[in-house]
């Protein structure tokens, strides 16, 4: 009897991480009156994950950004009654923007990578999120640019750029162009800062073009989901 009480109490504390990891806080967002935006700030421990809810429009547009001080630490976008998500940051980057295709909530889910959870290890995050209306339709003459590029360093974006998320002994490759088939140019290692020239999205990825600091001669594209805002000045 005895030691059945003991596996019935074995089997308790090890299902004990499976429940926890499963338990997703949830935070309603609101926009003050007059406005269309808002940013949200927040700390991630472990698999503790956040789903933040917006009510949208089919046709309104939605822009999300993530700044966080750890490179582990990126977002989903759910639409309305699906775990299918639309948007999936560790493989395409702490920026998302597009046309929502349904009316309901959109579920904008805040995580730690597996192992970074695993570990315990902890982010403190700034979440940008941004509703607009339907997108205005466009003439033969104007096609909708399916590829918006992200802001330069003189645009709003930041002016550099730090690697940070590289396997370690790996190297990020600096490439000829925005793709994982364009020729590699060189490698760069986590740490390394480089100036900011503007991003895009390409088959669903971020990339990034940019340039040493010391030598802009040294332009190249680098996937964007290494990258984290750096606070270098020359």
Excluded at 83 to 93: H, K, N, R
Excluded at 139 to 149: C, F, K, T
């Amino acid at each position: 009897m005895r030691a059945l009480t003991l596996s019935l109490l074995i089997g308790l504390a090890c299902a004990t991480p499976t429940l926890a990891a499963a338990d997703i806080r949830e935070e309603r967002v609101h926009f003050k009156a007059g406005t269309s935006q808002a940013t949200l700030k927040g700390h991630l421990r472990g698999d503790s994950d956040v789903d933040y809810l917006l009510g949208a429009k089919a046709g309104q547009r939605m822009s999300v950004e993530l700044h966080s001080d750890n490179p582990q630490n990126y977002f989903n976008v759910l639409p309305p009654g699906d775990d299918e998500a639309l948007f999936v940051g560790s493989s395409s980057g702490n920026r998302f923007a597009g046309t929502l295709p349904d009316s309901g909530d959109y579920r904008v889910r805040v995580y730690l990578m597996r192992p970074a959870a695993r570990r315990g290890e902890q982010a403190h995050y700034s979440l940008k999120v941004h509703i607009g209306g339907a997108q205005a339709s466009q003439s033969h003459s104007q096609p909708q640019d399916h590829n918006p590029d992200y802001a330069d360093g003189l645009a709003g974006g930041p002016d550099f750029w730090e690697v940070a998320g590289v396997t370690a002994g790996d190297t990020l490759n600096l490439r000829a162009g925005p793709s994982a088939q364009e020729r590699v140019l060189g490698e760069l290692g986590n740490g390394s800062i480089l100036r900011n020239l503007g991003c895009k999205m390409t088959d669903g990825q971020r990339w990034c073009r940019v340039a040493r600091p010391e030598d802009t001669r040294s332009e190249g594209w680098v996937a964007g989901r290494y990258l984290r805002e750096s606070s270098y000045q020359p």
